[in-house]
């Protein structure tokens, strides 16, 4: 498994001499974990000229939440009176010889630019900008399992949810029980904050639970996810509660569902991100829903919950195999309510049977 | 209550001024939520020469969470096609006159100042520093009657989780459960993310609950806290389970508690914050324990978990009245565990009462 960790490296090295710089310190959470393989808060990694070093302001610990780091790399656990992790980076950058450290300007605050400056001043401070990241939106099998578990958990937990009694209870409380059962099948913690949305506050995205109660004839929507060894997953559902649906919510859900589908349908190896964004938007448009939706259809999906690619609109780039991407579109009608229907799937080539749906929770609509 | 908020801005605005900045850019949430009442994740506010802006990202949707932005500000939510809320405010500084503008570079990332400076480029950008979070370290009653819930809630969730039977969970289910407890008892969510430690884990500072079961023996640390309207406590408390206390875990419990009641015993306006911080090393220190303990002996809490004062060896500065800290020495032995004792109180003046304990929880070594 090491291997892995050091082809990413060398793939990041290359890329810093194509560009001139002969170090390179990476600090953004997420792209330390994916070189590094693991790492406590608040580590950051030095590329220099002759090793790679995991620069950590606190010993380890065997915290299953951090993973465990390459045994490849150099551990060095700052003592406390060291201060930033970057800024001690920096001055070791200085004293082996590195004369073009690439940072992450993107992540670094301006107070620790000037620091490293300061502690290095003959350094020659580059922009590295998002080369990790761009490293990041192809996954590998390993990666792919990793989300594939974490979407087995999610839909094991919104199951087990759907078999329980749901009117009367709050938002609040739907959300939490989710996120222990996803604790209770395996997850390392939710992937992100869940949310539960009824009645009129479904189909809101990013709706953040509140204390209204599961009425009959609500819709209900949710949106949860699992964070196995850091790596997470997204499912949203929309169900009608007690009765059988009105019209209206019949109508509704079958434009987000064939939206939806549209957008699920075109996610194949060189499609434009823009182009998977359009099939969804042009369907809910062509039905009269197209003022205020989201800004985007659906995004990338890996160490963080939401990554490149972004498929909206304006979107530059096209797809490639194993790119895990969620597709969600969604509609909410001001004071009535509203549909979201979210998975996560693999881009893969359509030899292989094409996109590969992680979160398989049926998306008929069901009468809770 | 809008006048407090006007009250902070002007205090804020004397404080530019008197640094040679007609405006200022307030980007740290923390910051903007003590500025303008309330705003979603994202906002930015913009002190300009003749009125407030709160600039928001997407519309404010009555979200408990965001809070209420104080209504003398001007409100302005941006197109999904504007960009960042940071850059579209020095825009506007630009437009209205504003000369020199301060900004949180502790808090703007490289980029995204560059990107002001490129819209604005004759716009002087200054550093505001810690400006607001200097504000902020004092709190008015309004504030501390939050924090006052935040405890009562905390205690009120710890109290049911002692009442149950602990024996065989695990430290993710405890966790997963004070945090519900937490939320049924009104509070907004987790302060932070609550940690369980048992057997050889506790006593350990920022532990992360693992599937560790409790066992018969262990000695068990919870430190858990609630937000209520933003505002965040903490508590800490180690209980032996089961059986009666082994010799050393009593001696190891009353060495911490005599640490944890010195530092107590010291919060009184003019105490210097290193003061604080001896009063409970020292003893640690004397029984042997000095080796491993954690960087601060407490820190400030409000808006933001961990906030100025920080108590520890190398703070410069001395407590007023009305600051909120938690006093939370611990020890950690290696392979067998350790005892954790933390408490938020208000220092307040000996005449009257000396520190105010919030967090109300009996620190007698109970045997569950």
Redesign the interface.
Known sequence: MSEVYGVRRSRLRDRCAATGSDGALVSRPANVRYLAGGAPPGAVLLMGRAEDILLCPRAL?G???DGRPDDRLRLTVLP??AGDPAVAAAELARTEGVESLAVE???????R??ALRSVAPRLRIA?LGLAVEHLRIVKDEEEIACLRIAAEITDQALGELLESILVGRTE??LA??L??RL??HGADGPAFATSVATGPNSG?GG??P?DRRVEEGDFLSVCVGANYRGYRCEIGRTFVIGTSPADWQIELYDIVFAAQRAARESLLPGAAYREVDHAARQILNAAGHGEGLA?LTGHGVGLEIEEDPRLGPAAMGKLDACVPVTVEPGVHVPGRGGVRIDDTLVVRQEADGGPELLTITTKELLAL
Do not use: F, G, I, K
């Not at 300007?105 to 107070?111: I, N």
């Open positions: 610990t915290d299953p939440a406390t009176s300007e993107h992540h670094l605050t301006v107070v630019h000037r922009d609040r409380h939490l029980e996120e222990r604790v209770d809101r709706h953040r509140t800004q």
